[in-house]
Structures are given as C-alpha cells and as structure tokens.
C-alpha cells in the first residue's frame, strides 16, 4: 500500500526544502559507519520505509508510541522534527498540526530528506531541510519531536543534540523524546533487545543506563516528566521549559526536575 495513500484530501502546495539535498560533506562517522545500510541505502530505504515494518519492528508499539507523542502536541503549533522516521510518522504529525502549524522535519543525510520530501508533497504545513540535529538553533519552535533518534548516536552526540534541542523551544515550549528505555527484569523481550542492541545498535544501551535528561546542559528551569510503555521497553520523556529565562551564568549547571509516572 503506497504510504501517502489517504492522508491529503486535496492537492496542495509542495513541501518546501530548505539547503541543497546533495551535500553529503557532513554526514558524521556514526552514521557512516554504523547506520549506512538502514539509511544510506536505497534498497533498505524501499524496504523499511512501511507503517508495518516499522510497527513490527516496535513489536507492535508503533501506534500506541504515535497517539502518545500526538497527545503531546496542539494544532498550530510549530514544531521541530530534528530527524526522519521510516513510515507514516511525519505525515501524521504534520496533518494533527493541521493547515496553520508548522512541521520542520531536519535530516543530516540528504536521501532521507528527499524520501521525506516526497511523502510530505501534498501538505504545505511542512518544510525540510537537510541539518544535523546537534546544530544549534534559536529558539523559535514551541515543541520538538524526536523520536527514535537518540538510541543511534554514541553518548557525546546524544548530549550534543539534547541539549541543541532543549535550546531549540520558545519559552513554554516541550521537547518530547520517544525512544528505548530499560525494560522490566522479567520483560520476556529483554534478552532478545539486547541481542539486537549488541549487533545493530550499539549505542542504544545508554538509554537502559541514564535518563534523557542527564545528556542535556538541562537546568531547573526545565520540569521533566516520563511514562514508558510495554513493560517499560519504551519512554516518553517530555522537558518543557518555564516561561522564565531558561539559561544562567556561563559555565553553571543544575540538576532537572524529574516526574515519573
């Protein structure tokens, strides 16, 4: 089934890009030498670009994972997508934000971007741009969505970039990470993921390890709240920043607030 099939009523103006799609000059070491067959590639891109292979690869969690972090959102509202997910995903956070949002989706490798750009054609809310997620941005975004992006990276990056994206959000703004987290001990799955963690995600067993919060230059102007799901296997973890000056003097740092569920 074509994967835009059904989501655009109408016709509509194409999704903008922003950036030339062929530079490739800053694709970083990670990505190349880890992640090249999941998103370099134009085979893998043909074959794992579905709602059902990413749904069985979430074992089934992908929609539940969806509504969660669309609870988190509002209609009109610009948000950030800091990195392309395989499937529907964009499609439908650009259609909740509706006609008078606004969704970014940034990419650092240009075949994701032109693959986004081509299942976003229908829906003028929504632009794309070829941009590392650890690029620093002003906070112009009232959310940002990262989903699935942070079990990639190796742990300096994962700083990098949650701290690039805390710092992305207006005051008022949240920051909703959807990603991997420590499974229950008795999770029948948990030996299994860590199979797969060790032969094709080598960075993902930090987020077993260490709160999302922890990889931010996170303050106490943030309030952190998480909920996980399917036996803990899954997180959202959502920082939304005061309406107060979100930074301090140069070179200080506290310690975040932290709601479980």
Same mark, same amino acid.
């Given at each position: 089934?074509?994967?835009?099939?059904?989501?655009?009523?109408?016709?509509?103006?194409?999704?903008?890009?922003?950036?030339?799609?062929?530079?490739?000059?800053?694709?970083?070491?990670?990505?190349?030498?880890?992640?090249?067959?999941?998103?370099?590639?134009?085979?893998?891109?043909?074959?794992?670009?579905?709602?059902?292979?990413?749904? =069985?690869?979430?074992?089934?969690?992908?929609?539940?994972?969806?509504?969660?972090?669309?609870?988190?959102?509002?209609?009109?509202?610009?948000?950030?997508?800091?990195?392309?997910?395989?499937?529907?995903?964009?499609?439908?956070?650009?259609?909740?934000?509706?006609?008078?949002?606004?969704?970014?989706?940034?990419?650092?490798?240009?075949?994701?971007?032109?693959?986004?750009?081509?299942?976003?054609?229908?829906?003028?809310?929504?632009?794309?741009?070829?941009?590392?997620?650890?690029?620093?941005?002003?906070?112009?975004?009232?959310?940002?969505?990262?989903?699935?992006?942070?079990?990639?990276?190796?742990?300096?990056?994962?700083?990098?970039?949650?701290?690039?994206?805390?710092? %992305?959000?207006?005051?008022? =703004?949240?920051?909703?990470?959807?990603?991997?987290?420590?499974?229950?001990?008795?999770?029948?799955?948990? =030996?299994?993921?860590?199979?797969?963690?060790?032969?094709?995600?080598?960075?993902?067993?930090?987020?077993?390890?260490?709160?999302? %919060?922890?990889?931010?230059?996170?303050?106490?102007?943030?309030?952190?709240?998480?909920?996980?799901?399917?036996?803990?296997?899954?997180?959202?973890?959502?920082?939304?920043?005061?309406?107060?000056?979100?930074?301090?003097?140069?070179?200080?740092?506290?310690?975040?607030?932290?709601?479980?569920?």
């Amino acid at each position: 089934m074509p994967l835009d099939s059904g989501f655009a009523r109408k016709a509509a103006p194409a999704a903008q890009v922003v950036g030339p799609l062929s530079s490739a000059a800053a694709l970083p070491d990670y990505l190349t030498e880890t992640y090249s067959w999941a998103y370099l590639n134009r085979t893998a891109l043909f074959l794992l670009d579905r709602p059902s292979v990413v749904s =069985g690869i979430l074992w089934g969690n992908y929609r539940r994972l969806l509504r969660a972090t669309l609870d988190e959102l509002s209609p009109g509202q610009r948000v950030l997508q800091p990195a392309c997910v395989y499937g529907d995903f964009s499609v439908r956070l650009a259609q909740h934000l509706g006609p008078d949002g606004h969704l970014e989706v940034a990419d650092v490798a240009p075949l994701q971007i032109e693959n986004c750009r081509r299942k976003l054609r229908r829906l003028s809310q929504a632009t794309t741009v070829v941009r590392d997620a650890a690029a620093p941005l002003p906070a112009r975004f009232d959310a940002v969505c990262c989903f699935f992006l942070l079990h990639e990276l190796p742990d300096p990056h994962k700083r990098q970039v949650v701290t690039a994206l805390l710092r %992305a959000v207006r005051p008022g =703004g949240k920051i909703v990470f959807v990603d991997y987290h420590r499974p229950h001990p008795a999770h029948p799955l948990k =030996g299994v993921m860590r199979l797969v963690f060790d032969g094709l995600e080598p960075f993902a067993k930090a987020l077993w390890t260490r709160e999302i %919060a922890s990889f931010g230059e996170a303050s106490a102007d943030y309030v952190w709240s998480k909920q996980t799901f399917f036996g803990g296997l899954y997180q959202k973890t959502v920082a939304r920043r005061s309406e107060q000056e979100l930074f301090g003097p140069a070179g200080t740092e506290s310690r975040p607030r932290i709601d479980l569920d």
